[in-house]
C-alpha cells in the first residue's frame, strides 16, 4: 500500500504561480510513475501531467503544458507540479497518483493509488 498526501494549494490571482507537492509513505520502494490529475466543479477529473520514475519521460495535457512543470525527488518520494501563469479555468481539486509500473499514462485508470487531493483556485 502507499499513501499520497498532497499540499500547496491555494487562492492565487490569474497570472500567478503556484506549486504543489505529493508525498508517498508506506511501500514506497518500488519503481512508481506518477501522475496530476485536476476535477473542476461539475466536470470529469482529467489528466494533468505524469513522470515516470526515472524522471526521463515526461508527459502534459495540451491545456498546461508550457505553464506547468511536473519534478520528482525519489529521495523524499515526493512529486511536484510547479505552475505558472495561472488562469481561472485551472480551477480545481488537484490530485496525485502512483502507478505501479514505471511507464506513465494519461488516463486514471492506470493508476494504482489516489491522494485525497488539494484545492486550487485561480481568481480573475
Known amino acids: 500500500q502507499v499513501q499520497l498526501v498532497e499540499s500547496g494549494g491555494g487562492l492565487v490571482q490569474a497570472g500567478g504561480s503556484l506549486r504543489l507537492s505529493c508525498e508517498a509513505s508506506?511501500?514506497?520502494?518500488?519503481?512508481?510513475?506518477m501522475g496530476w490529475f485536476r476535477q473542476a466543479p461539475g466536470k470529469e477529473r482529467e489528466f494533468v501531467a505524469a513522470?515516470?520514475?526515472?524522471?526521463?519521460?515526461?508527459l502534459y495535457a495540451d491545456s498546461v503544458r508550457g505553464r506547468f512543470t511536473i519534478s520528482r525527488d525519489n529521495a523524499k518520494n515526493t512529486v511536484y507540479l510547479q505552475m505558472n501563469s495561472l488562469k481561472p479555468e485551472d480551477t480545481a481539486v488537484y490530485y496525485c497518483a502512483a502507478r505501479v509500473s514505471g511507464s506513465i499514462w494519461s488516463q486514471s485508470n492506470r493508476y494504482d493509488y489516489w491522494g485525497q487531493g488539494t484545492q486550487v483556485t485561480v481568481s480573475s
Open positions: 508506506g511501500h514506497t520502494s518500488s519503481s512508481y510513475a
Open positions: 513522470i515516470s520514475w526515472s524522471g526521463g519521460s515526461i
